[in-house]
């Protein structure tokens, strides 16, 4: 998702005082806390978490050209990519109206939801589920159309652009694990049963169905054999527990 741009928002000043426990999500998912009634308003919300992956990676490839000719206008192209180790890097930003000014933010239902939500997409087992989305290897058919011959530098941007859109498709995962964060809590208005299970279940094989992630199948070995580098349970518990109610 987009950063909030709606009406040039101003940073919070409370943010510098955050406590310690609230203090490693701001630094991990890199948040800003931010004024911003339009966006608000057109969310429909009481207050509004948006996140991006920025991703940085270099792409090993191979291609070849399916056919000497275009047919029917399109040159295709068969492409071998994987790459070695990308740098994903969390952005946050939590909008909150012009009226919210609490004495204490860091005690109010408003904020520890929306940090809720932070903790969602800063789960220490998120990067390696992209990670390891990104990473596979992967062979694909690519169309151009234009009349020459595409040159390197046109497979090289088309690479790109398929990898975007494979991080796009993260985004979404992590959106609608938002969106059951929601709709389980009443917009945070309720408590959550059994809270730690929940948030356990999110990125489990279950959680990933739940949610129809297409690269279920690409993360289910890392997500179920204990001799991959996976977060274990009581790091992942660790992660959530200091925002129980």
């Known amino acids: 998702m987009q950063l909030c741009l709606a009406q040039s ?9 955050a ?16 004024v911003d009634d339009e966006r608000i308003r057109l969310a429909g919300k009481s207050a509004l978490t948006l996140f991006q992956f920025v991703a ?27 790459m070695d180790q990308p740098k994903i890097r969390l952005e946050h930003t939590i909008c909150i109206p012009s009226t919210y000014n609490p004495t204490e933010p860091w005690t ?3 904020i520890k939801h929306e ?21 596979r290897r992967r062979t694909w058919v690519a169309q151009f159309e234009q009349p020459t011959l595409p040159s390197e530098n046109d497979v090289r941007d088309r690479i790109r652009q398929e990898i975007g859109l494979e ?15 929601d ?11 059994n809270r730690l299970d929940f948030f356990l279940e999110l990125y489990s ?14 993360v289910r070995a890392m997500l179920t054999d204990k001799r991959l580098d996976i977060p274990t349970k009581k790091e992942v518990e660790q992660h959530y527990l200091f925002l129980s109610p």
């Open 205 to 218: 094989v279950s959680g990933l169905e739940r949610c129809q992630f297409e690269y279920v199948d690409e």
């Open 108 to 110: 109010s239902k408003l």
């Open 9 to 17: 928002p101003k940073i919070h000043p409370w943010l510098a005082q």
């Open 56 to 82: 940085d990676f270099d792409s090993k490839f191979k291609y070849e050209w399916i056919d000497s000719k275009p047919q029917n206008g399109f040159w295709k192209a068969k492409i071998l990519t994987w």
């Open 183 to 193: 709709k389980e809590s009443s917009e945070g208005l309720s408590t959550i049963g």
């Open 115 to 135: 940090f809720d939500h932070v903790a969602i997409s800063t789960d220490p087992r998120l990067v390696k589920i992209i990670k390891r989305v990104l990473q």
């Open 167 to 181: 991080i796009k498709n993260c985004e979404r995962m992590v959106q609608a694990q938002y969106d059951r964060l």
């Open 19 to 34: 406590p310690g426990e609230f203090g490693r999500l701001i630094d991990r998912g890199n948040v800003q806390v931010k």
